[in-house]
């Protein structure tokens, strides 16, 4: 199993290059059901979608800073995620 600065590190590059028609989706493996989207727009900007299947809403936030991008997924997720680059 991959350490998590390993993932972590990993997780940022793919954040770093991603190009403006491409996302990355972070998906709860527990049941809480939560999902996140990330995507990059000009100038370095990326828009971040939370959603909650429990409570069917979902919250839009812009980030800057990677290692802010990284809180927060801890902060939802924990450490048990999946991550799907499309």
């Known amino acids: 199993m991959p350490s998590i600065v390993m993932v972590s590190k990993k997780l940022s ?11 990355v989706r972070i998906e709860s493996t ?14 370095g900007f990326f828009v971040l979608e939370i ?9 839009i936030r812009f980030y800057r800073d990677i290692k802010h991008i990284h809180k927060l997924i801890d902060d939802i997720f924990g450490r048990e995620y999946s ?3 499309y």
Request: glycine residues 2%; proline residues 3%.
């Open 13 to 23: 590059h793919e954040l770093l290059n991603l190009d403006i028609d491409e996302g």
């Open 30 to 43: 527990k049941n809480t059901k939560k999902k996140m989207f990330i995507n990059k727009r000009t100038p």
């Open 51 to 59: 959603c909650s299947d429990l409570t069917d809403m979902s919250e």
């Open 83 to 85: 991550v799907t680059i």
